[in-house]
């Protein structure tokens, strides 16, 4: 079974940044790599979104709200994918996820991101 694991989260004033990491396991590097791979992110009370995503061949494509301040990058070796998120909004507080895109594997635990003064 594919699992998730999130890591990175942590508690930013508004402004700062933050570099949440993936690890993905039990999937073959060359299969990992065929995928597209994203982040998500589900605030309290709200649904799951999609922050940004990133295709086998590394086109990224982010979400309006993520453009030009979050930059998604993948590791096909390491079976790993990135969020860089730079000038972090009070209102990107959330649960960050990666999964596969659209396609889910069996959710992480996510990693909490807390963007506060």
């Known amino acids: 079974q594919v699992q998730l694991v999130e890591s990175g989260g942590g508690q930013v004033p508004p402004g700062g940044s933050l570099r949440l990491s993936c690890s993905v396991s039990n999937l073959p590097a060359s299969v990992f790599g065929s995928y597209t791979m994203a982040w998500y992110r589900q605030a309290p009370g709200n649904q799951r979104e999609v922050v940004a995503r990133v295709t086998s061949g590394g086109t990224q494509i982010a979400s309006d709200f993520a453009k030009a301040r979050f930059v998604i990058s993948r590791d096909n070796v390491k079976t790993e994918v990135f969020l860089q998120m730079n000038n972090l909004k009070p209102e990107d507080s959330a649960v960050y996820y990666c999964?596969?895109?659209?396609?889910?594997?069996?959710w992480g635990r996510g990693t909490q991101v807390t963007v506060s003064s």
């Open positions: 999964n596969r895109y659209p396609l889910h594997f069996d």
